[in-house]
């Protein structure tokens, strides 16, 4: 029985105490520590007996008690505590003393002078709550007595001495804490004039001195003032004033150094401090607010930025209605995390966004695919992200069904069978042949090539030729350059006997294409094409190796076909990565391999322009022609990038003001002269433009439908050459096999539509429509309508021969037409 009351009560104590933090003056030693229950980091103060005395103890036990009684964001959070005869432990929050963190932070001198700004801030409104509220008077303001936690909040401590007694000072029992007792101690006749704050300002001012200087030794020192900052030296010779009547109370002193100029009043306590009363703000103040934030956080240390503004971000979007202006910050913040932090504070905010009706979210969203695709695991990005994000397909915008289109080159990797080789394909098949925006129909091609690599080995031989080649087939002239690249780029995964029956035939269409931009690109194609033809000719044991690359899902396999069979090719057009498993990190707006909307987007309900290559195109540029370099690097070259922070309300500076009356054959020959040799990204920016002159955040989840100005896709003939479409064209089989389910952007005439292939399902490729066999037979109305046809195209040309003619000079970019 004896033993229960004997057993030592530090053995029950509900804290595993770990390694000590460097701590002095003070009768403290700390250490960090856990909880035992839950792992909760905590601080543990511990204080022991010596030399056989109580007074350490009894002081120790003093400011354990005064602790507990209270409660404010500027002072030390009091957690748990054991007391017996021997030692005092004493538990907080997490924290580092003040020099210690001083001295081991390595911060840059602007983030220093701002955290210490806001430190300084919060120990002065820690002394306003004790000596205007608690009527307390701290007695033992000093560095040893300030803490910092790892959100970088300052936090004061040390109130062993705390008293609501003003006319008697406290004996400290550590000799080197004398050096901070105000020279009203020592001059008994000054006492008359003093102030219940007048002790601890004294104390502030030496504060303010040690954090600038290190430990205070001598109080002569407190005259130095060459390393403070100018906009403090005022209050601080205030503080240190021998007068304790003239020396400012604690809220006074913020109300000053809140000034404008003033040490505080900067960046990082403006976003602190409205953080703190966000929930007080109205919604146009929260909007203001997070919009300013992202160019702010370049100002604020980082360990700020994700310990204390991060977590408000979060609840903030969560739980206020200030939309998608969040999301900048947001992701801002979130480079800075490891993956683990990242997928658990970020994640799964971002994961919920994606099912939000808010059309200028999901647009920062898709803009940000790059960076948030590393952080998701495939059975998140298949169960959760991919439904939600397959809605944009089908999106009214323009702008959204494009990043849409691109964030597929992020997520490709991740896809499983159905999603990818299935949903992809059948949205990728409706957006090429029936989109109404070129640069749509552009972009899918390019994203076509750029997946081909991850998609089944099977499902890629029979929709990579059919797909291409229509996009060969396309009005738009970027368009067709887009079709021929990918054929390039994705040479290995076709077998000889398609490379001579179908791509090589269609390829010869376009050596006489109208656009020499075009006819260029197809001729160093061919000649690749023709050069790995010949080498088989030349050794037909090669053309086994081949078709076992053919088959092969790895995209490794390529490395034979650029080694031997089209060197010509590679050399100019792409440089491969073999590796394949990840997309190009880095996004480059002058070597763009696709056509972007507009380099720079502010909103998403302005009207696109069309990218139609017909009479009346005011917007649309072709490649240069003089430019020898052009589409060179094509498996590299990345997406143009999009303006992220969306504020930007001026029209892109890379759009060209054509008159309507201007043909798209002279719209290329007005650039014709441009050559800067960055192939997609600066030449061609006008392909796809979709010029927005609004605020993306002002959109909501209202429905925007693009007004067209153009007929659609659908009412070209896309066979100009008067041939039918291949009997087993992998995308007409999706779109007409599909589109009951799948819905379209816009719909084919009804004079030219085929009939319903309700039946007919996207597997059964070598089953021919009734229009299809049809066609091939040939009939006299439609003769009729090619040889008009015809006839119109060659009056075209020459129209725009005779206007070529007619110009004294190529048009140079900037100039306006008289």
């Given at each position: 029985m004896w033993s229960l009351f004997s057993r030592d009560p530090t053995s029950s104590f509900g804290y595993e105490i770990g390694e000590a933090v460097e701590h002095t003056r003070s009768i403290w030693k700390i250490h960090r520590g856990k909880k035992k229950q839950n792992g909760d980091e905590v601080s543990v103060f511990i204080c022991e007996g010596r030399d056989g005395t109580s007074a350490q103890l009894d002081v120790a036990k003093a400011a354990v008690?005064?602790?507990?009684?209270?409660?404010?964001?500027?002072?030390?959070?009091?957690?748990?505590?054991?007391?017996?005869?021997?030692?005092?432990?004493?538990?907080?929050e997490p924290v580092t003393p003040l020099l210690t963190w001083l001295k081991d932070s390595a911060l840059s001198p602007s983030h220093r002078t701002n955290?210490?700004?806001?430190?300084?801030?919060?120990?002065?409104?820690?002394?306003?709550?004790?000596?205007?509220?608690?009527?307390?008077?701290?007695?033992?303001?000093?560095?040893?007595?300030?803490?910092?936690?790892?959100?970088?909040?300052?936090?004061?401590?040390?109130?062993?001495?705390?008293?609501?007694?003003?006319s008697m000072f406290p004996v400290k029992v550590l000799p080197e804490l004398e050096i901070y007792n105000p020279p009203e101690k020592i001059n008994p006749s000054k006492m008359r004039t003093t102030t219940m704050w007048a002790a601890d300002m004294w104390g502030l001012g030496c504060l303010i001195w040690e954090v600038?200087?290190?430990?205070?030794d001598e109080s002569f020192s407190l005259k130095n003032t060459q390393k403070l900052p100018k906009s403090l030296i005022e209050t601080y010779t205030k503080l240190v004033g021998a007068n304790p009547g003239t020396r400012p109370n604690p809220r006074d002193v913020v109300e000053d150094l809140r000034k404008p100029g003033q040490f505080f009043r900067n960046d990082l306590i403006e976003t602190l401090l409205f953080l703190e009363e966000i929930h007080l703000k109205d919604a146009n103040e929260k909007h203001k607010f997070f919009a300013s934030l992202t160019p702010k956080l370049e100002n604020i240390p980082n360990y700020i930025a994700t310990n204390k503004i991060l977590p408000t971000v979060i609840s903030a979007h969560e739980f206020s209605n200030v939309g998608s202006v969040v999301l900048s910050p947001l992701f801002k913040i979130g480079k800075l995390l490891d993956e683990v932090e990242y997928q658990r504070q970020i994640l799964p905010t971002v994961v919920k966004l994606f099912s939000s009706s808010d059309r200028a979210t999901r647009l920062k969203l898709l803009q940000q695919m790059e960076?948030?695709?590393?952080?998701?695991?495939?059975?998140?990005?298949?169960?959760?992200?991919?439904p939600q994000l397959a809605t944009g397909f089908s999106d009214s915008n323009p702008t959204i069904r494009e990043q849409t289109v691109k964030s597929i080159m992020y997520l490709a990797s991740k896809l499983n069978y159905n999603n990818l080789n299935i949903e992809v394909l059948k949205h990728f098949a409706r957006l090429q042949s029936k989109d109404e925006q070129g640069g749509i129909r552009t972009n899918t091609t390019v994203c076509l090539?750029?997946?081909?690599?991850?998609?089944?080995?099977?499902?890629?031989?029979?929709?990579?030729?059919?797909?291409?080649?229509?996009?060969?087939?396309?009005?738009?002239?970027?368009?067709?350059?887009?079709?021929?690249?990918?054929?390039?780029?994705?040479?290995?995964?076709?077998?000889?006997?398609?490379?001579?029956?179908?791509?090589?035939?269609?390829?010869?269409?376009?050596?006489?294409?109208?656009?020499?931009?075009?006819?260029?690109?197809?001729?160093?194609?061919?000649?690749?094409?023709?050069?790995?033809?010949?080498?088989?000719?030349?050794?037909?044991?090669?053309?086994?190796?081949?078709?076992?690359?053919?088959?092969?899902?790895?995209?490794?396999?390529?490395?034979?076909?650029?080694?031997?069979?089209?060197?010509?090719?590679?050399?100019?057009?792409?440089?491969?990565?073999?590796?394949?498993?990840?997309?190009?990190?880095?996004?480059?707006?002058?070597?763009?391999?696709?056509?972007?909307?507009?380099?720079?987007?502010?909103?998403?309900?302005?009207?696109?322009?069309?990218?139609?290559?017909?009479?009346?195109?005011?917007?649309?540029?072709?490649?240069?022609?003089?430019?020898?370099?052009?589409?060179?690097?094509?498996?590299?070259?990345?997406?143009?990038?999009?303006?992220?922070?969306?504020?930007?309300?001026?029209?892109?500076?890379?759009?060209?003001?054509?008159?309507?009356?201007?043909?798209?054959?002279?719209?290329?020959?007005?650039?014709?002269?441009m050559d800067d040799g960055d192939g997609w990204g600066d030449d061609n920016e006008e392909w796809g433009s979709l010029e927005d002159t609004q605020h993306v955040d002002s959109?909501?989840?209202?429905?925007?439908?693009?007004?067209?100005?153009?007929?659609?896709?659908?009412?070209?003939?896309?066979d100009s050459a008067g041939q039918a479409e291949d009997s087993d064209d992998f995308f007409s089989s999706l779109v007409s096999g599909n589109e009951g389910r799948m819905g379209t952007v816009s719909q084919r005439p009804a004079t030219i539509s085929p009939p319903s292939t309700a039946g007919r399902g996207w597997d059964d490729w070598d089953v021919k429509s009734p229009t299809e066999s049809s066609s091939t037979g040939g009939n006299g109305k439609g003769d009729e309508q090619r040889r008009q046809r015809e006839e119109k195209r060659l009056q075209r040309q020459k129209e725009i021969e005779a206007k070529r003619a007619a110009r004294a000079g190529p048009m140079k970019l900037g100039a306006k037409k008289i």
């Open positions: 008690k005064r602790l507990k009684t209270l409660r404010h964001p500027c002072i030390l959070t009091y957690v748990d505590s054991l007391e017996n005869d021997k030692l005092v432990y004493l538990v907080t955290a210490v700004s806001w430190g300084l801030l919060q120990v002065t409104k820690g002394l306003s709550f004790l000596n205007n509220d608690g009527k307390l008077i701290h007695y033992n303001v000093c560095g040893s007595s300030v803490f910092v936690t790892p959100g970088g909040e300052w936090k004061l401590g040390g109130v062993e001495y705390a008293s609501s007694d003003s600038f200087n290190g430990n205070l960076s948030l695709v590393e952080y998701m695991d495939p059975k998140t990005v298949n169960d959760q992200v991919f090539g750029k997946v081909a690599q991850f998609l089944h080995p099977d499902i890629r031989q029979k929709c990579l030729t059919s797909a291409f080649t229509r996009a060969m087939r396309d009005p738009f002239p970027p368009a067709r350059i887009a079709g021929i690249m990918a054929i390039a780029a994705t040479q290995q995964y076709y077998p000889l006997q398609e490379v001579v029956s179908k791509i090589l035939p269609s390829l010869c269409q376009l050596t006489l294409d109208p656009e020499k931009s075009v006819r260029d690109a197809v001729f160093r194609v061919l000649k690749g094409f023709l050069s790995k033809v010949e080498k088989v000719s030349e050794d037909p044991s090669l053309k086994e190796v081949m078709e076992a690359e053919v088959k092969s899902a790895s995209s490794s396999s390529q490395s034979t076909w650029t080694g031997w069979a089209v060197g010509a090719i590679t050399s100019k057009f792409y440089k491969t990565s073999v590796s394949g498993a990840q997309p190009q990190k880095q996004i480059s707006t002058s070597s763009s391999g696709t056509v972007t909307p507009s380099t720079k987007t502010s909103s998403l309900n302005s009207t696109p322009s069309q990218g139609r290559a017909s009479s009346n195109t005011p917007n649309s540029a072709a490649p240069n022609e003089d430019d020898k370099s052009d589409y060179e690097d094509w498996e590299n070259s990345e997406w143009q990038s999009m303006q992220d922070d969306g504020l930007d309300t001026k029209p892109s500076q890379s759009m060209m003001s054509v008159p309507k009356s201007t043909t798209v054959s002279e719209a290329l020959a007005d650039v014709g002269d959109l909501g989840g209202g429905e925007l439908e693009p007004e067209p100005k153009f007929k659609s896709t659908a009412a070209y003939n896309w």
